[in-house]
């Protein structure tokens, strides 16, 4: 059974700095990985998404990178800004259309 | 851009009563998903659907089950709501197969 981990669980920089998010998972069979954003109380924004062929993504400030081979993918925040406050969710797509979830990291980004 | 929208946002049901949850996505996507959000347990899926009609078990099906009767519509029910399905909902739509998913806003259920 796959198990996805996002460590650490809460983060906390001031702003300006550039952050990395940790996603590991244990099985390495996968299809995609997906990094998702969640503000309090709300859905989950769909920020990136790495097909298992491919290394890394990049949307604006953020770099996703994907080793499949050793089971682990990071969120590369650069310059990060207090409007980057939120929950970062990793998922992995299996079989079936079937997305496993991390936990999620809390980051807050200080004035 | 893809909606997804939610019929409601928060949701107060007594326990024992029969509870619908409605899905409504925009974009003609194949796949829709029900999933179930708790603190320290993440996000589980709970059914899913890859055609009118169609369903799948998630993770986590007992107590639910899901209608799919047009392609952009996909409820969740509870037949008999307990105090332990007091959580929040997400519903999702992607194109097909593996595609990138899309969330709608969530519903916060509380079973009293």
């Known amino acids: 059974k796959q198990e996805v981990t996002q460590i650490p669980a809460a983060l906390s920089v001031p702003e300006g700095e550039n952050l990395v998010l940790n996603c590991s998972f244990t099985d390495s069979a996968i299809y995609n990985l997906q990094w998702f954003r969640q503000d309090p109380g709300k859905g989950l924004t769909s920020l990136l998404l790495?097909?298992?062929?491919?290394r890394e993504q990049t949307s604006g400030r953020l770099n996703a990178s994907l080793d499949k081979s050793s089971g682990r993918s990071t969120l590369y925040i650069a310059a990060s800004q207090p409007g980057d406050s939120a929950t970062y969710l990793c998922a992995v797509a299996g079989t079936a259309s079937k997305l496993t979830f991390g936990t999620g990291t809390r980051l807050q980004v200080t004035l | 851009d893809v909606k997804v929208t939610q019929s409601s946002r928060y949701l107060v049901k007594r326990t024992g009563e029969k509870v619908f949850l409605e899905c409504v996505q925009d974009?003609?996507?194949?796949?829709m998903f029900w999933y179930r959000q708790d603190p320290g347990l993440g996000l589980r899926l709970i059914y899913f659907?890859?055609?009118?009609?169609?369903?799948e078990k998630g993770d986590i099906p007992e107590g639910y089950s899901v209608s799919r009767e047009k392609k952009e519509r996909f409820s969740l029910i509870l037949e008999s709501a307990s105090t332990n399905q007091t959580s929040m909902y997400l519903c999702a739509s992607s194109l097909e197969g593996l595609d990138e998913q899309y969330f709608g806003p969530g519903t916060r259920l509380t079973v009293t």
């Open positions: 790495i097909q298992s062929s491919q």
């Open positions: 974009m003609d996507h194949e796949n």
């Open positions: 659907s890859y055609d009118v009609k169609m369903k």
